[in-house]
């Protein structure tokens, strides 16, 4: 065998390599050289609304997505590279979300462009995202030395609902299988890592922990595992399962007051984590040990 690896060994490396070409493995994307506001692709909301039985107009909640871009490059006038990371704030009553894959495109074409200040940074990009998003979007642009300071990990406070020992045989959205005890009412905060859902998009996973905190009829803890995993093999976007999320509870549960966040993991160096919230807020909004 030793005979056999030597002579392997001299083989040309493009020889050595496993083809790969029957797959889609390596699909080419084609990366902006040049700073492109057009890769910006905004998706309307609406359309998922109106899966949910939403019409256009009032919405039962409110709320914001807020976006974290680790990946934000630049050039000062000197040529020399900037880097930072930026949150993006998008009201949840904006026309339109933006697709993630085109947002990590249009801040790509950003790499090779020159620009004075952070400030003129900021000002370029809260203009084109508001223009995608049809809704002015606020910008924050943090220096990676104050941004730990700023967005610190945190453990979330509540009950989290994962060490039940319960038979799960459902991975199917099921709205109507929350409910609620009978008996006192509830101020708390339930939350779980184990949410998962799939781009329509691409079919990828997208990982990501939900917190639920709500005053109202007491949630019943098994069935509500139960639901948020029945997400697993739900495709929608970010925004739009967190939206079903907090239809379905208003639908079952009558909360007076509920907030419901959830913190995706990042994916293509952006993380999406929309929050929406039904009366007074009940906050929670810290980066979590996945982020």
């Given at each position: 065998w030793?005979?056999?690896?030597?002579?392997?060994?001299r083989?040309?490396?493009?020889?050595?390599m496993?083809?790969?070409?029957?797959?889609?493995?390596g699909?080419?994307?084609?990366?902006?050289?040049?700073?492109?506001?057009?890769?910006?692709?905004?998706?309307?909301?609406?359309?998922?609304r109106?899966?949910?039985?939403l019409?256009?107009?009032?919405l039962?909640?409110a709320?914001?997505?807020?976006?974290?871009?680790?990946?934000?490059?630049?050039?000062?006038n000197?040529?020399?590279?900037?880097?930072?990371?930026?949150?993006?704030?998008?009201?949840?009553?904006?026309?339109?979300?933006?697709?993630?894959?085109?947002?990590?495109?249009y801040?790509?074409?950003?790499?090779?462009?020159?620009l004075?200040?952070?400030?003129a940074l900021?000002?370029?990009?809260?203009?084109?995202?508001?223009?995608?998003?049809?809704?002015?979007?606020?910008?924050?642009?943090?220096?990676l030395e104050?941004?730990?300071a700023c967005r610190?990990?945190?453990?979330?406070y509540g009950?989290?609902?994962?060490?039940?020992?319960i038979?799960?045989?459902s991975?199917q959205?099921?709205?109507?299988?929350?409910?609620?005890?009978?008996?006192?009412?509830?101020?708390?905060?339930?939350?779980?890592?184990l949410?998962?859902?799939?781009?329509?998009?691409?079919?990828?996973p997208?990982?990501?922990?939900?917190?639920i905190?709500?005053?109202?009829?007491?949630?019943d803890?098994?069935?509500?595992?139960?639901?948020?995993?029945?997400?697993?093999?739900?495709?929608?976007?970010?925004?739009?399962?967190?939206?079903?999320?907090?239809?379905?509870?208003?639908?079952?549960?009558?909360?007076?007051?509920?907030?419901v966040?959830?913190r995706?993991?990042r994916?293509?160096?952006?993380?999406?984590?929309?929050?929406?919230?039904?009366?007074?807020?009940?906050?929670?909004?810290?980066?979590?040990?996945?982020q």
């Open positions: 030793l005979g056999a690896l030597s002579a392997r060994a083989r040309p490396v493009a020889q050595l496993a083809d790969y070409r029957d797959t889609a493995l699909d080419a994307t084609v990366y902006p050289r040049s700073y492109d506001a057009s890769l910006l692709y905004p998706i309307a909301r609406q359309r998922g109106a899966e949910l039985g019409e256009s107009g009032a039962p909640f709320g914001v997505d807020t976006w974290t871009a680790y990946e934000l490059s630049w050039l000062a000197n040529g020399l590279p900037q880097v930072a990371i930026a949150e993006f704030t998008v009201p949840a009553d904006s026309p339109y979300i933006i697709e993630s894959k085109s947002l990590k495109l801040l790509n074409s950003l790499n090779q462009q020159r004075e200040s952070e400030l900021q000002n370029l990009l809260q203009k084109d995202l508001s223009a995608a998003a049809g809704a002015a979007v606020a910008v924050q642009i943090f220096r104050e941004y730990a610190p990990l945190g453990e979330p009950h989290c609902l994962d060490q039940q020992n038979v799960i045989d991975y959205r099921n709205g109507q299988s929350v409910a609620v005890e009978a008996g006192t009412p509830a101020t708390e905060m339930l939350y779980s890592h949410l998962r859902s799939n781009c329509p998009v691409t079919d990828q997208d990982w990501a922990s939900i917190y905190a709500y005053c109202g009829p007491k949630i803890r098994e069935s509500l595992l139960r639901y948020l995993v029945s997400y697993r093999s739900h495709q929608d976007f970010h925004e739009q399962c967190v939206e079903a999320i907090t239809l379905d509870l208003i639908n079952q549960c009558a909360p007076q007051q509920l907030t966040t959830a995706y993991t994916r293509g160096g952006i993380d999406i984590n929309p929050q929406r919230i039904v009366g007074t807020p009940i906050l929670h909004n810290v980066r979590q040990v996945r």
